[in-house]
């Protein structure tokens, strides 16, 4: 079955090209394009993609309000396309439900795999990349509040709290199970939970739900 993608982009011949790239691929399939976020939202809703690759900086409607719409609606995933590796929307992008971020001169096989990887239910950004990211983000002026309140981690056991804790610093699987001395199916376990239990989508919204609670804080050690 064929991965069915949506492309907006206010630019035609970046739809255009991004368009073509995918379409080649024997797996992947493009049901439409879209030329602001508006569009890019009523495309989602007509066609029922797997994942929509959305311009962060899109005309009628932005491409934060877009993802985040699409992202409360369904299934869909969202990838955010910027042309700068550490864009001021990321951030918010990332809150609203989008599933990570590309820059727009990603290379062939990049674009591709980053499809392929979120339409299968994971997480675009490696951990580090994705610590990093939100850190920077974090550190900065007081944002408005997110969709885990710090009461809401008491719902976590200890070493689900752990878990979550070494998410953030950007520990894969193997590295947590290591690092809490359990097998790593244990570990998968406690990442389940976790996402369950606080209604997070992936492990980006983990990263996110532990700085923002106060789990985690900017400049905490490796």
């Known amino acids: 079955m064929s991965v069915r993608v949506v492309v907006a982009d206010d630019q035609e011949l970046v739809r255009a090209g991004f368009g073509m790239i995918l379409d080649a691929q024997p797996d992947i399939e493009v049901v439409a394009e879209a030329g602001d976020g508006a569009q890019a939202v009523a495309a989602v809703r ?44 990321v951030y918010d992008a990332l809150r609203a439900g989008a599933s990570g971020f590309l820059l727009k001169d990603v290379r062939r096989d990049d674009l591709v795999h980053a499809v392929r990887v979120v339409a299968a239910g994971q997480s675009l950004l490696a951990p580090a990349i994705t610590t990093k990211l939100i850190a920077e983000f974090a550190g900065r002026a007081a944002r408005p509040a997110g969709q885990v309140s710090p009461e809401r981690l008491s719902a976590l056991t200890t070493r689900e709290r752990e878990t979550l804790r070494l998410i953030a610093r950007g520990l894969s699987n193997a590295e947590i199970a290591q690092a809490m001395v359990v097998s790593e199916h244990t570990v998968k376990t406690h990442v389940s939970n976790v996402l369950t239990k606080l209604g997070l989508r992936d492990r980006v919204q983990a990263v996110i739900a532990a700085y923002e609670t106060g789990l985690t804080v900017p400049g905490d050690p490796d």
Do not use: K, N, S, W
């Open 46 to 89: 007509e066609h029922q993609p797997d994942v929509l690759l959305l311009d962060i900086r899109m005309p009628v409607m932005d491409g934060i309000e877009a993802a985040r719409r699409v992202c409360a609606d369904g299934t869909c995933r969202v990838i955010m396309l910027t042309t700068f590796d550490l864009d001021d929307y």
